[in-house]
């Protein structure tokens, strides 16, 4: 089976809705999309750091229940486990407050050895965190070597915006490591400015392979050479919209593995492929929307395995 490593900070969620607690569950980009693989029975490795507290206990059990291998985490000692209070809108989209207490060694693991069957999944502030980043460096560099797909969802919050410049030369890096950027128009108005689909697939063409840009309930667009596909997104009433993007990226990585993709065919996959793919992540997007869960139900993958 395949391998799928997701790299990525661990976050307890606790979530308000009109002043009040209405949902709390382990979360963090990646260990959303982690999760949601898991239950799908995909073999996956959640590579981050946690404390070794109730909290962090919490969250290896989840985990592990989930089918995710903590082979890779770093369970830290004497510093709590991090925490993200989410405030949701009139919409049900959400506002963070973080509360996070590192350790001064951050990420003290010994990276797997990988082969070309492998995908990486990794983004969001944990990607350019320069402390992160001295580590995860040598691990992207590894994956290009040994060809395994690269995928990087930059996630880039408003938050940092003032900050951009900092962190650029680690973002642009990023960019040069990816096979497949999966990004919002959120993100590339942020880091350059882009306007549209076209501004955002110039600034990363020569960078990465493939570029699949969402719009929140506009269609998501997929570019690579010569050629830019369209696809409707189902309109919907969210109850919340946390998880959404993360589950998106659970389902293009579904897709990958069950197309059969891996870097050798990436550019050249047809049109049927694609698009098998895409509405893939469309539907676990769409479905995680509607509860407070930031990942596929177990009901959903179950669906999902069955038909497959």
Known sequence: ?????????????????????????????????????????????????????????????????????????????????????????????????????????????????????????????????????????????????????????????????????????IMMGNFGFADIVKGSDEDFAYIFGAKNIEDAWQAVKDMCDILVYTANKDNVRLSLSGVQDSYEVTPLQPVSTIGAGDTFNAGLIYGLVTQDINRDNLKTMNTDRRTTIIRDAIRFAGHVCMSYDNYISKEFANKIKNIR
């Open 1 to 169: 089976m395949r391998r799928i490593f997701a790299i990525g900070e661990t976050v307890f969620d606790i979530i308000f809705k009109n002043g009040r607690p209405v949902a709390s569950t382990p979360g963090g980009s990646m260990l959303n999309a982690a999760v949601s693989l898991g239950r799908l029975g995909l073999d996956v490795y959640f590579i981050s750091e946690f404390g070794k507290d109730k909290v962090g206990n919490i969250v290896d059990s989840f985990l592990n229940e989930n089918g995710v291998k903590t082979n890779y985490t770093h369970h830290y000692e004497n510093h709590p486990s991090s925490l993200a209070l989410g405030f949701l809108d009139k919409n049900n989209n959400a506002e963070y407050s973080f509360y996070k207490h590192y350790p001064e060694k951050r990420l003290d693991i010994t990276f797997p050895q990988l082969t070309r069957e492998d995908i990486i999944v990794f983004g969001s502030f944990y990607g350019i965190d320069p402390a992160i980043h001295v580590r995860l460096k040598p691990f992207l560099q590894h994956a290009k070597a040994k060809n395994a797909i690269v995928i990087y969802d930059p996630n880039f919050r408003a938050s940092h915006v003032s900050e951009l410049e900092i962190y650029r030369p």
